[in-house]
Antibody, heavy 116, light 112 residues
């Protein structure tokens, strides 16, 4: 059974870059699935950030596209997110997710706070 | 972007009673070539990630109790909990995965 685990700094300074990694276990990142990032600001709803396929193909939310980069490391069976020029509005729980028939596998989420 | 609108925003239902949540999309999420609606329903409890309950608008995910059901097609969808249990208290989201950017409804808070 596929499991996902996010990791990365919990605190990022304003104007800095948020960097997170999602480790995939119990399955291969090279399977026929897209791998997404979703975030949830405190007390608010869910926002899709972007997705990546093992080939390196990507799709991003236009609202964040100018600041988002995703990548895949097949040797480590993981994928990553970088979000640049962060502000307090980027404070959220960040989830990595597998798209299968819907978002069927979610990581536990990692809280990222943007503050000086 | 496809806008997903849920109603109501919050709902209080007695134990054992039926709960119904509506979700409307601003464009159809029905893919004509396979006749599938790219619509999912998720349950989120405090401190937990969302959990997929229903996919293809009406297919129950493995392990989800059969009191949960989904219906609808095109732009109008419904999640029904036939007999509310205490453990069903949560926020419920619909989501379209028909096209990027994938979008979620604002959520419906279900209480007893």
């Amino acid at each position: 059974q596929v499991q996902l685990q996010e990791s990365g700094p919990g605190l990022v300074k304003p104007s800095g870059t948020l960097s997170l990694t999602c480790a995939v276990s119990g399955g291969s990142i090279s399977s026929n699935n897209w791998w997404s990032w979703v975030r949830q600001p405190p007390g608010r709803g869910l926002e899709w950030i972007g997705e990546i396929f093992h080939s390196g193909s990507t799709n991003y939310n236009p609202s964040l596209k100018s600041r988002v980069t995703t990548s895949v490391d097949k040797s480590k069976n993981q994928f990553s997110l970088k979000l640049s020029s962060v502000t307090a509005a980027d404070t959220a729980v960040y989830y990595c997710v597998r798209l299968n028939y819907g978002f069927d596998v979610w990581g536990q989420g990692t809280t990222v706070t943007v503050s000086s | 972007d496809i806008v997903m609108t849920q109603s109501p925003d919050s709902l209080a239902v007695s134990l054992g009673e039926r709960a119904t949540i509506s979700c409307k999309s601003s464009q159809s999420v029905l893919y004509s070539s396979n006749n599938k609606n790219y619509l999912g329903w998720y349950q989120q409890k405090p401190g937990q990630p969302p959990k997929l309950l229903i996919y293809w608008a009406s297919t129950r995910e493995s392990g989800v109790p059969d009191r949960f059901s989904g219906s609808g097609s095109g732009t109008d969808f419904t999640l029904t909990i036939s007999s509310l249990q205490a453990e069903d208290v949560a926020i419920y989201y619909c989501q379209q995965y028909f096209t990027t950017p994938y979008t979620f409804g604002q959520g419906t808070r279900l209480e007893i």
